[in-house]
Structure formats: structure tokens, C-alpha cells
Nanobody, 133 residues
Framework: RFSCRASGGGWVQSGGSLTLSCVVS????????IGWFRQAPGKEREGVSL????????YYSDAVKGRFTIVSDNAKKTVYLQMNDLKPDDTAVYYC??????????????????????????WGKGTQVTVSS
């Protein structure tokens, strides 16, 4: 059964860094996305960053562009989210999710998944990230 498991959250001061890891049970190279979403208290879940490992494409929300980096280690079946220059607004529960659909050839594939949020097929348990000012 497909699964994805997130880890690496914690507490950090503003300006600090954290790296989140998402281990997936299956890894394909056909372009299906794995991504990170977050949900702050009282807010809707939002797309943060996604990667299409088999096609080398990435997506970043405007809020994290230039500060976060998503990479995949295909051999380890792991996707990492390196988060630098963290801000208090980054405080949230971060979720790893995977898409198992076949729409990855569309040029808007990652943007669409990020915007829809609940279009992802599998979700891991969240990991808390807390950034203090």
C-alpha cells in the first residue's frame, strides 16, 4: 500500500533553518508529483513546494520562493524540503503528499496540484514547524 511519511519538524528562531524529509513507499520516475503543504492554525491548507522527480520540475509558492528548496533522492525514495531564513509566518503543520494520477505531462501540473491541495492522492501525517520571533 502506498504511503508517505514526513519528519524533521521542530522549533527554530527566526532566520534559522530546518530540513524536512518525506519517505515514500514507492518511487516512480514518470513525473508524478510529491509535495509539501502546510496548515497554520485557523488557516486553510496551502501548497508550499512540489517536485516531479522524473521530469526535474519544481514548484514553489510565492511565500517561500528563494528561501525553500525541494530535492529528491531517488535511491532513498525521499524528498527533502530545505527551509532557510525561516519566518514566524512559516509556523504550521507541514504535510507530505503524493499524486498518483497521470496528468504530469501538463505544463500546469504542479501549479494545479498546489492550488487544489486536495487533488493529491496520498497524505502523510504532519510534522510541526514552529518559528519564534
Amino acid at each position: 500500500r502506498f504511503s508517505c511519511r514526513a519528519s524533521g519538524g521542530g522549533w527554530v528562531q527566526s532566520g534559522g533553518s530546518l530540513t524536512l524529509s518525506c519517505v515514500v513507499s514507492e518511487f516512480t520516475f514518470d513525473g508524478r508529483a510529491i509535495g509539501w503543504f502546510r496548515q497554520a492554525p485557523g488557516k486553510e491548507r496551502e501548497g508550499v513546494s512540489l517536485i516531479s522527480p522524473g521530469r526535474g520540475k519544481t514548484y514553489y509558492s510565492d511565500a517561500v520562493k528563494g528561501r525553500f528548496t525541494i530535492v529528491s533522492d531517488n535511491a532513498k525514495k525521499t524528498v527533502y524540503l530545505q527551509m532557510n531564513d525561516l519566518k514566524p509566518d512559516d509556523t504550521a503543520v507541514y504535510y507530505c503528499a503524493a499524486d498518483r494520477s497521470s496528468g504530469y505531462e501538463s505544463p500546469t501540473y504542479l501549479n494545479t496540484l498546489a492550488a487544489l491541495v486536495w487533488g493529491m492522492d496520498y497524505w502523510g501525517k504532519g510534522t510541526q514547524v514552529t518559528v519564534s520571533s
